[in-house]
């Protein structure tokens, strides 16, 4: 069975600032990779994906992750956060060939101004 | 192309009643995925349809759920006899079902209350 854990409830940064969204999965096989944003009393909105390749992806908002197959994480990142960057972060992973997504239980990332 | 598309956004109703909610996806998505989120939690899965085969059902998907995707387009999630526990956030979800190398696009989500 798959499993992420996002091991940290909240984070807080200081606006300008690099932030860390940490994140680590279990699954068999190779593993596809997301990460989803969820503002208050909305949807999941797609920030990027890990399918294959290079371990670092760039994704929307000026989002990255690097992918670590050896610590079987892949955290998100950002050089310099903003106040809008506030909201809730899920991690998300499905093993190759499968069409299961499992979501984390979210990450709420708050951008202190 | 305006987006995975859910109503209603809100639904409150009373413990034993009936509720359906109604997904349309991105049009020429062939993939549809229920999730359920609920506060504090991750979204869980339910089950997806590949055109109109239901593919795959969770257990969390009692005797009491059931989803339909009838022409292959727009779907829908019923939920007979509703209690406290459902109370939560059902989305919809699709792609384009081109293996997982597509992405999976979320509605806004249909929240549940029962009382």
């Known amino acids: 069975a798959q499993s992420v854990a996002q091991p940290e409830d909240q984070v807080n940064v200081a606006e300008g600032n690099p932030l860390t969204v940490k994140c680590t999965y279990s699954?068999?096989?190779?593993?596809?990779l997301f990460w989803y944003v969820q503002y208050p009393n909305r949807g999941l909105q797609f920030l990027l994906k890990?399918?294959?390749?290079?371990?670092l992806v760039k994704g929307s908002y000026g989002f990255e992750a690097e992918f670590n197959k050896s610590q079987t994480s892949f955290h998100l990142k950002k050089p310099s956060a903003l106040v809008s960057d506030s909201a809730l972060y899920f991690c998300?992973?499905?093993?190759?060939?499968?069409?299961?997504?499992?979501f984390g239980t979210g990450t709420k990332l708050q951008v202190i101004p | 192309d305006t987006g995975v598309s859910q109503d209603p956004r809100h639904k409150i109703t009373k413990r034993g009643q009936n509720v359906t909610f109604r997904c349309d996806p991105i049009?020429?998505?062939?993939?549809l995925y229920w999730y359920r989120q609920t506060l504090g939690q991750g979204p869980e899965f339910l089950t997806y349809?590949?055109?109109?085969?239901?593919?795959?059902k969770s257990r969390l998907l009692s005797d009491r759920f059931s989803a339909e995707r009838p022409k292959g387009s727009f779907s829908t999630l019923e939920i007979q006899r509703t209690e406290q526990g459902d109370s939560a956030m059902y989305l919809c979800?699709?792609?384009?079902?081109?293996?997982?190398?597509?992405?999976?696009?979320f509605g806004e989500g249909s929240w549940l209350t029962v009382v």
């Open positions: 979800a699709s792609s384009l079902g081109q293996g997982m190398e597509d992405t999976i696009y």
């Open positions: 998300a992973v499905c093993p190759k060939g499968y069409q299961k997504v499992t």
């Open positions: 049009s020429e998505h062939n993939r």
């Open positions: 699954v068999s096989g190779n593993p596809y």
């Open positions: 349809f590949q055109n109109e085969a239901q593919l795959e």
């Open positions: 890990y399918i294959t390749g290079d371990n």
